[in-house]
């Protein structure tokens, strides 16, 4: 029996990339790429890059512990329109009728311009809902050639037996079905019911391809169940994929920085998935991803996927000009127009130039410049040379291109421009990082991130191009990940199974919770975690009524640590005092428990006879990773068994009493390997009732670090 190795599988485009990972130390044992076999199915592609990764690393089957595969399907299909036709039964009775049968008629989504996503509606009172009334309705629709029946009802949530009547007889016809309440637990029937329908959408494409993959994975004789990448970074079991295709939406895009922050120690963040066409960028903070509610056509739905925002600007991006000047970068780039780049050829290509224009697409204006060689042959100039040219891409790196030919062409160019060739690249630098600057000012303002203490980081084939110049620009530190080019597909190999619930609860109880907490442990896995493996975190929206449950575990027992080396007690003060932009003298380690180290910063100002103090707390982990950093914050460690005294009374004095009602501090409590976040906690019953059910298995003695802050 040979190493145990994780496989990670990235269907894209263009190429459909492979890795294999040792699952014990997390290095990468091989690297495959091979063209995405379109016209033959994509489940052809996954059977041959696997034979390919097994035979020539002499992998046995036996051996392969866990393999995913990340997909695009679902957000191309979307792009594409390529979407079944839905028909929607709406439910509700009494007062809740009128409006139901509103809220229920989804219409038709645009998906892209002149791309729709078809529906038919009909309205059942609830109160008189009977199997000939059900099966009236879906022969109606299957006569208008729906293909996925859609039952939504009001308050399904809290009772879903009239939907699941619905999707019982419409399975029975032979059709696909779904139920709002399957998609989201949450009110707002609106928003439940268009997230169902775009799911519901997608159902029969992605059962094919589900099937037809699950076959290619078991032909190879690899014993593992396959697992397909979701939109918020984990993983989940195909067969979740086929009734669920919604939640592998936007799920290429995940992978990336799951990747990355399994490689790079990233606290504070910005990560830029850079390819020749686009780039992907996203958010990280106290070395988590940002996730927010999706849009699917400019509207709102009840999926929770990373927030990324998608420009394009990237490696391949062409260059625009006219009159004599250089005026845009993109947006179409050398793939699209079907022509090489000009600084991956050879100098003798490029021999007696001359500066053409094309427009690479129909409509396009005819301002896209190239370089035509004596050769007849033509290569476009793209924001990689420029990036090349300038001396931003390192050495060795995936993007670095043949400097002499790139000289040459650039040299041209600039001649043609009457300007140097420097100068012509760096306002393509120029133009393509003001595109960028408004994105990422976005991002700073709404996660609140500390502009001293950001990490750009970049990842994909072209991380190169864009990350350093940018990070020149806002004179910020910046690293390329490991392994950038195949970052996404080493994301999927190292990914975590991930579940969440919300449900909509109004001042939750103990009760509340527990319950929330077992269904989403229940849910996990069903998905295909360990339960040994799953961490539970619960957070409570107080603004909008919600008790959101995520889970995460792993498909069996493995570490997460990558084997990493302790940091020093010198380095945690250095990383403390960027991070709090504080003076290294002013910080001690507080505490050390299970893998958190506990610093703090005592600042004391003095102005005229005053003194003022500030206490500043920030949290690393073992890893050099700062996972919570504030000012004006206070600690305290505790055993578990005095979590009802003394910890009870480290709240009550952070706690401020007003005549109508105490505000509690927000809380932070930090044990083993565990974060546990309780700053939406409204009430201090609520805050102990979840510190009791996620400490329940510790023993009395077991030392906890709790943070709070106003």
Known sequence: MGKKVRIGIDVGGTFTDAVAIDNDSYEVIAKVKIPTTHSEGVAKGIVNIIDKILTENNIAPSDVTFIAHGTTQATNALLEGDVAKVGIIGMGTGMDARSARKETAVGDIELAPNKFLSSEHTFIDSSKLDDLAIETSIKEFMGKDAQVIVASEAYSVDDPENEELVIKQAQEKGLYATGGHEISQLYGLKMRTRTAVVNASLIPKMMQTAN??????????????????????????????????????????????????????????????????????????????????????????????????????????????????????????????????????EKENLLNPEIAF??????????????????????SYTLAGAANLLGYVPDGDYAQGNTEANKYAWEALGNYLKMTAEDAAREVIRLAIDKLEPVIDDLIAEYELDK???????????????????????????????????????????????????????????????????????????????????DVNIEIDTQRNIVRAVATGAT????????????????????????????????????????????????????????????????????????????????????????????????????????????????????????????????????????????????????LIAVAYK
């Open 212 to 345: 037809m993959t699950e076959d290619a994975v078991l032909k190879t004789n690899i014993q593992s169940n396959l697992m397909i990448m979701r939109c918020d970074g984990g993983v989940m079991s195909i067969n979740e994929v086929r009734q669920r295709p919604i939640l592998t939406m936007l799920s290429g895009l995940a992978a990336g920085v799951a990747g990355a922050l399994m490689y790079e120690k990233v606290s504070d963040g910005i990560f830029f998935e850079v390819g020749g066409t686009s780039v992907d960028i996203s958010v990280i903070k106290n070395g988590k991803v940002m996730i927010k509610y999706a849009q699917v056509g400019g509207h709102k739905t009840y999926l929770r996927s990373l927030d990324v925002r998608t420009l394009a600007v990237a490696g391949g991006s062409m260059i625009r000009a006219k009159d004599g000047k250089i005026i845009d970068v993109g947006p179409r780039s050398a793939h699209i127009a079907g022509l090489d780049y000009e600084n991956f050829t």
């Open 358 to 379: 094309v427009s690479p697409r129909e409509g396009d204006p005819s301002e896209y410049v190239i370089i035509k060689g004596e050769s007849g042959k033509q290569y």
């Open 452 to 534: 001293n203490f950001i990490t750009l980081v970049g990842g994909g084939g072209s991380g190169a191009i864009v990350v350093p110049a940018l990070a020149e620009r806002y004179a910020m530190k910046w690293k390329l990940a490991q392994n950038a080019p195949y970052i996404s597909t080493i994301g999927v190999a190292l990914a975590m199974v991930r579940e969440q619930i919300e449900r909509s609860i109004v001042n939750p109880t103990e009760k509340d919770i527990k319950k929330i907490r077992a269904e989403v442990i229940e849910k996990i896995v069903q998905s295909g975690a360990n339960e040994e493996t799953v």
């Open 556 to 703: 069996e027992l493995r570490q997460k640590n990558l084997g990493a080396e302790e940091v020093t007690e010198e380095e945690l003060k250095k990383l403390t005092a960027e991070a709090l932009s504080v003076d290294a003298s002013t910080v001690e380690r507080k505490a050390q428990i299970g893998r958190w180290n506990l610093m703090n910063s005592l600042v004391i100002k003095k102005k005229l006879f005053f003194k003022s103090k500030q206490n500043n707390i920030c949290v690393i982990d073992s890893e050099g990773v700062v996972r919570f950093k504030q000012s004006n914050a206070y600690s305290f460690v505790f055993k578990k068994n005095q979590a009802d005294s003394d910890f009870l009374q480290f709240v009550d004095e952070h706690t401020i009493y007003s005549d109508a009602n105490a505000t509690i501090p927000k809380v932070y409590i930090f044990y083993k390997e565990k974060m546990l976040d309780l700053t939406g906690m409204q009430t201090i019953e609520q805050l102990t009732s979840i510190l009791d059910v996620e400490t329940e298995n510790l023993n009395d003695t077991e030392e």
